[in-house]
């Protein structure tokens, strides 16, 4: 009966790679005896979330039983203000994934062409696949930078969409102003642009490219997170921002309930404690900093990085320290997945705490010999 | 610019009637300067939620900057064992709903035919438009009640999924055991039958047809929710049932992390609690017979029902009935959305207290006159 169904499913669904079901973390936790687990593996805000947002979700929990606003009027409302643009320039998400996946879903159609980098984040294969586009996938530079020439070479009258992830995961990479801005002024009006800008919040760098000062003159989809630097990656929530012409047949096939109430609570509190976002940029600085030079000291290469995450190349397969780091109770993300070699991995800069724990078990791990090579020591 | 926009949109989506954004209940309370809202328009559980449902939630809020369990493992668990169902028979949505669109991305070709009842739950169309497919509307008999045979008769090669809703949403019919019998054996080996049983737990009839028998050996896929009789609508869960060899396709486009870590929690929580289950089911109960009896008294016509709303029809169009109720605070649902006539409404059975205000707001609103003809009574 399988082969049955393996005829009845749409031949999109067949080129996506099977599900393989993962295990929590807490399952982790149980097969090694763990009493803590330090998770840098998924690029969270080690600081938690605004302690506002807690209190208010407490105060809130007395109305599970009523479906949420399905339109997001009062944090469409709050991120109006907050970002000076209209409330129909904005649509939420079930994170900013969401937003990306609406995007693709509404313009792509079979056949069509869909741009985006190499390596980076791997839902837009799916998304893309999913709706019977052609993903085109551009190599990164060797230092992980964009060459966006290279994107604008492969522009042919099948493309539809360009994704810009920005700062880009896994390599923390960036796309600059100026850079941006000439790349723009090429796209034709047939593309959308999106960029991808959920890590945007822990830029450094002053001349950084976001697309927020395009978005009203192209046809730019920019989305954003309450997944990262607002500390909210449990209630999945995001937003894009957009000219209401092109949001508009988006919301057509926005699932009607597609954010809970309780993140939609939470994002409008979020938003109103910058104080918290200022405290969780300057951890990550600190962190930043940190790991850099310990990595130096211990002869890891890195990707110099604009967001919350370090991408780091061993000397050797990494799946030996990825899986004694895990004893230890240390999760960070190899990048197979990715399609990455095995020697490459993603590190989520943490807590001071966090980051000492893990520089201390890897030097424990670890020797760099005379010749550079890496060994497990056990 | 506008029209360019139109030019690069994908034809089914122009398809979908545009979005027109709602307003939220408190909007409502601020307008008519209201206290206290009386919502009868969602099929929501008005005891609320289960009790230890709320201890949990506020015991679990520590951990929201973290990403929840995209496998949903620890609810499947429960899931399985509470279904007696195997684990790889499960899969987790945004709601029931999500489950039903998954399902509907993953099999239905653009050209090829979806089944469903009219009326019926207004989001089928949208999904089945959605991906290119072609929507065919089996219109209920005059009694809303189900005729499958008129289900049977629109098979055609080009058929891939057929849609039940049962307890059917807006009407509260369903379809009976034996009639399901006869029904799915005449159903051939390349059409998916999904079986949306949100309000299944409602059900007072005992020889109601559920696909739950049938689903080891046919291709099925039922779906059901938390958001009804378990009382979690504004946290968004809901499961399907099916073959794995199915439901791991639909695994393949299932968004990474499409519910809440706090919704998980709660749908576990929720499960052990099946004394409140047992509670709602009984204010359901009597809430009908109350209604039913005053219905009766006033003359309105309506369905006999086995979920937790009431379809009504008035006597003349109930627009300014709807609006009348609404100034005093109770929200009913005009059955336009649903394309019926204006004359009908959906009314959720609410509480004791709710049921009879409703009744008190209702009888002071009309009189039915000797011919029968209802007058609003300002």
Redesign the interface.
Known sequence: ??N??E?????E??R????V???????LKRVYNLEKII?LA?N??????SPR??EV??EN???????????G??LKKALSEFLKVKE?EIIIG??S??VI?LTI??????GEEVIYPFPSFI?YR?LVL?VGGIPIEIPLENDFSYNLDKFLEKITPKT?VIILCNPNNPTGTIVYKEQLKKFLEKIP??I?VISDEAYFEYVETSDFGTCFPYYKDK?IVITRSF?KIY??????IGYGIG?S??L??M?????????????QI?AITALKDQDFVKHSIEVNKEGKRFLYENFEKLGIEYTPTEANFILCKFKQDATGIIKELERKGIIIRGMKSFNLSNQYVRITIGTEQENKLLIEELSKLHLVGVSGRLRIVK
Chains 1, 2 share one sequence.
Request: net charge neutral.
């Open positions: 009966m399988e049955e169904i005829k009845l499913v749409r031949e669904i067949k996506i790679a099977p599900y079901p993962g295990k929590p973390i807490d399952e998770k998924s969270e805000n080690p600081c938690g979330c947002v807690k979700l407490k929990i007395d109305n599970i039983n009523r479906y949420p606003d399905g339109s009027y009062y129909d079930s994170g994934s969401e996946s879903e509404s313009f792509v159609k079979p839902i799916i999913k539809k009006d047939n959308i046809n997944s500390g909210l990656a449990s209630l999945r000219r012409e092109i508009n047949y919301e057509r096939i926005r699932p009607p309930f597609n954010t809970t109430e309780l993140a939470a």
